[in-house]
C-alpha cells in the first residue's frame, strides 16, 4: 500500500527529490502518450507506409539496418517533400534549392506560352527565356 492510498497526499516536490536522490531521471514526456514527439512520430509513419516496409518485419538485425539505410538515403535524395516545395531534403540544404525552383519557373511560363501560341499579339517568337 502507497502513502497515496491511506489518505495522505504525496507531494510533488517530495516525489521528484526522491527520483534525484534514487538516481532515477524523471521523464518529461506524458504517461501513455505516443505522439509527445511530433517529428519522429510523422518518420515513424513515413516509415511505415513506405511501399519497400516489410509487411511481416524484419528478420534480423543486420536486415532492418540495410532497410533503414536505403530508406535514409530515398528520404533525403529522392523524395520531394511537400513542405520545401517539393525539394528533396539534399536540395534544399545543399543551395541548389532555389535553381530548382528557378527552372521549375521557367519550365511553367514555357509551357504557358507554348499552350497560348496564337491567341494574342505575344507569340512564341517574342518569348526571351532568361533561364540558365
Known sequence: MSREQCGQP????????????????????RPRVSNDNPYSEAMFRTCKYCPDYPAKG?????NSRVWVKDFVDWYN?????????????HQRHS???EAVLEKRRCMKLLKQKIQNVGRGKQGIGRFQMKCG
Open 10 to 29: 504525496m507531494k510533488g516536490a517530495s516525489m521528484l527529490e526522491t527520483l534525484y536522490q534514487l538516481g532515477i531521471t524523471p521523464s518529461r514526456s
Open 58 to 62: 524484419f528478420t534480423t538485425l543486420d
Open 77 to 89: 535524395n529522392k523524395h520531394h517533400h511537400s513542405g520545401i516545395k517539393f525539394l528533396t531534403p
Open 95 to 97: 543551395g541548389q534549392g
